[in-house]
């Protein structure tokens, strides 16, 4: 199982940036896809997930400004993240639970496969 996140980069404040996550050796649509974000000496934090059944979640300070989907054809989850803000500023991680309740998304531990990681940095 592979999960390879990209999108991440530079961007000024107010600006906006869409990440991908495209998967393999998963059967796609069985999967809850999350994405959490971490900064240095903080722990992985919760950003969006999207169910397979297509509910969706956001934590409450990205709400309104980023917005999940996911496409099974190319078994990819995306991230469009909008008015980005320097506190947005983290590695991104997409992940792949094969948890049904979105309630049970929001927690790291939940998911069963992880990507790399790409970087987002919000300059002011």
């Known amino acids: 199982v592979q999960l390879q996140a990209s999108g991440g980069g530079l961007v000024q404040a107010g600006g906006s940036l869409r990440l991908s996550c495209t998967t393999s050796g998963l059967t796609f649509s069985r999967y809850g896809m999350g994405w959490f974000r971490q900064t240095p000496g903080k722990e992985r934090e919760f950003v969006s997930a999207i169910s397979r059944d297509n509910e969706i979640i956001y934590a409450t300070s990205v709400k309104g400004r980023f917005t999940i989907s996911r496409d099974n054809a190319k078994s990819t989850v995306y991230l469009q993240m909008s008015n980005l803000k320097p506190e947005d500023t983290a590695v991104y991680y997409c992940?792949?639970?094969?948890?049904?309740?979105?309630?049970?998304?929001?927690?790291?531990?939940?998911?069963?496969?992880w990507g790399q990681g790409t970087l987002v940095t919000v300059s002011s």
């Open positions: 992940a792949a639970s094969d948890y049904v309740n979105t309630y049970f998304l929001r927690t790291h531990a939940n998911y069963n496969y």
